[in-house]
């Protein structure tokens, strides 16, 4: 069993930063190796979407189009934990960012993955 706890969510005016994190928990550092982690994110009154991802062992990355350029995903494998970076943040990207890890490579669509964090709320003012 893998969990996930999200921290770093906040308000922030349009044009600032601000930097989440996803602390992995449940299995040895190594067991990771196999897995990608990513960042989804929900809207009310929209769906789930993806953000972003990386490969644990490698730290190959994929992009959202609507955030690339501006959101930066890592991960730290002494802490365990995947990091999202957000600079230039605008209105539209204002949402619950859910965290989320899965066995095998990297993938955009949420039901591929098996665990899940608890959200954390990030508010985008204008």
């Known amino acids: 069993q893998v969990q996930l706890v999200e921290s770093g969510g906040g308000l922030v005016q349009a044009g600032g930063s601000l930097r989440l994190s996803c602390a992995a928990s449940?299995?040895?550092?190594?067991?990771?190796?196999?897995?990608?982690m990513g960042w989804f994110r929900q809207a009310p009154g929209k769906e789930r979407e993806f953000v972003t991802a990386i490969t644990w062992r490698g730290g190959t990355t994929y992009y959202a189009d609507s955030v690339k350029g501006r959101f930066t995903i890592s991960r730290d494998k002494t802490k365990n934990t995947v990091y999202l970076q957000m600079n230039s943040l605008k209105p539209e990207d204002t949402a619950v960012y859910y965290c989320?890890?899965?066995?095998?490579?990297?993938?955009?669509?949420?039901?591929?993955?098996?665990?899940w964090g608890q959200g954390t709320q990030v508010t985008v003012s204008s």
């Open positions: 989320a890890a899965k066995f095998g490579p990297i993938v955009t669509h949420g039901s591929g993955y098996d665990y």
């Open positions: 449940g299995r040895t550092f190594n067991t990771f190796n196999n897995y990608a």
